[in-house]
């Protein structure tokens, strides 16, 4: 019973404060109409990517996980093996990089802009393939767009004062490679909004 009762407080500690990176239960649809919630759209290239770890998150939970009586079972061998980990992704581990802006499609822009990404739904990747991205992005504080799926898990942004890369909950990201049909349907769908904005400017 003693055993029981130790298995089934690690098993709850996992459920509550250590779920994985992917905390969706099923993909929802990519809506490109939802680039109507950017703040800024631009097309560029990504450097200095790097996953920002919450350390102290880590530290909460191997100090839980410390405290419980049995470290003997298999299950809290696995779960301290993965808060320890140097590779394990949690929810609140986000991606950190620069933008190397060649064209902006919506709003003002620097040469270089720093971003975040929160991709707590799904994780983000360790690293970026090399070529130019079309990437919306938001104001942290900003409306994002609806949830379309059963559930998700969305975790406050650790950097208020950066944009943060637009995405709906349990959907893609809107990050599309430059050339991609993505990248030249949110074109599309800009476009009318450019050209009256160049119009009136003109005027």
Request: proline share 6%; glycine share 2%.
């Amino acid at each position: 019973m003693r055993k029981f009762r130790s298995a089934a407080m690690i098993s709850l500690i996992i459920m509550l404060v250590a779920q994985p990176a992917r905390a969706c239960t099923l993909m929802a649809d990519l809506r490109l109409g939802d680039i109507e919630h950017a703040s800024v759209v631009v097309v560029g290239r990504i450097t200095n990517y790097e996953i920002v770890r919450d350390m102290a998150f880590r530290k909460q939970h191997k100090e839980r996980l410390e405290r419980l009586a049995d470290k003997t079972s298999e299950l809290w061998k696995r779960e301290y093996a993965r808060v320890t980990s140097e590779s394990e992704q949690f929810l609140s581990d986000y991606a950190r990089f620069d933008i190397l802006v060649d064209e902006v499609l919506v709003g003002q822009s620097p040469a270089v802009m720093s971003v975040t990404w929160n991709n707590s739904t799904f994780g983000e990747p360790e690293k970026m393939k090399d070529g130019a991205y079309l990437i919306a992005l938001r104001e942290p504080d900003s409306k994002t767009p609806p949830l379309r799926g059963p559930s998700a898990t969305v975790v406050p942004n650790k950097e208020p004062q950066s944009l943060t890369v637009l995405q709906a909950p349990c959907a893609s990201a809107f990050i599309f490679e430059a050339t991609s049909p993505e990248a030249k349907s949110v074109r599309e769908i800009l476009m009318p909004s450019r050209d009256t904005k160049e119009n009136k400017q003109h005027d």
